[in-house]
């Protein structure tokens, strides 16, 4: 009789370990994200190192991190094993803290100073089709020569602007998500790619009136923000 013997390797156990989708996490004051954590067997519970930094909250496989003050420290999660992994947090200062309550346009970025109040150019907010958002400024005409001008593109393929407003901020983008453009004597001097924008804050305006938003963006190695109400394209 001829015995056949046949050994099988098998992977580890995902069950045997916890994995986060993010395990380095930097967020603002009063920021929070979300880490899903896949692995092991739920439930799933979390433990601060430092709570006054981070607060860290579960719900099925996702785990709210919310930002309390600047500094790094860590988030242990455990599963109903006992099997535990950790994230890394790290927590920032808003750049533009200052300027959330301050509801005049203002663009900041290379040459162009800051701008504060309506009677410093002009400025429109408009939300258009396909999930795009154009800041533009212009600013107060000298003699006879053109004024510059300034358009910003964003794409908003979730739509953060223009839906039920509300006070929030919103991790910046990691690819190209708009374009930028710079006019001046009325010719077009440079474009550059947006690496990325952030929702600061949104701020709900009364029944009739437009709300406002607070949009920072990155340009060409250059931070800038804007403050504008919204109007909505009509179809």
Known sequence: MLLGLVFIACDDD???????????????IEE????????GVSPYTVEEADETVVTAT???????????????????????NGIQATIAVKVNEDPYE????????????????KVQGTDAGSYTFIKGENKT??????????????????????QDPDEKIGAEAETA???????????????VDGETT????????????????????????WVAFTANGKS???????????E
């Open 14 to 28: 995902e069950t045997d370990k916890l994995t986060f989708d993010k395990n380095n996490v930097e967020i603002l």
């Open 32 to 39: 929070t994200t979300t880490v899903k954590v896949s692995g």
């Open 58 to 80: 579960v719900s099925g496989s996702d785990i709210a991190l919310k930002g309390l003050k600047e500094g790094a420290t860590t988030v242990k999660v455990t599963d109903a």
């Open 98 to 113: 200052d300027e959330k309550g301050d509801a005049t346009v203002r663009v900041a970025w290379d040459t162009f100073e």
């Open 133 to 154: 958002v154009v800041f533009t400024w212009t600013g107060e005409a000298e003699g006879e020569a053109e004024a510059d001008s300034f358009v910003l593109t964003l």
């Open 169 to 183: 901020s919103t991790k910046e983008s990691p690819v190209v998500v708009g374009e930028l453009t710079l006019i």
């Open 190 to 213: 440079e474009q550059h790619d947006v690496a990325s924008w952030r929702l600061v804050q949104a701020e709900p305006a009364e029944e009739g009136d437009a709300d406002t938003y």
């Open 224 to 234: 800038g923000l804007f403050v504008a109400p919204l109007t909505v394209a009509e």
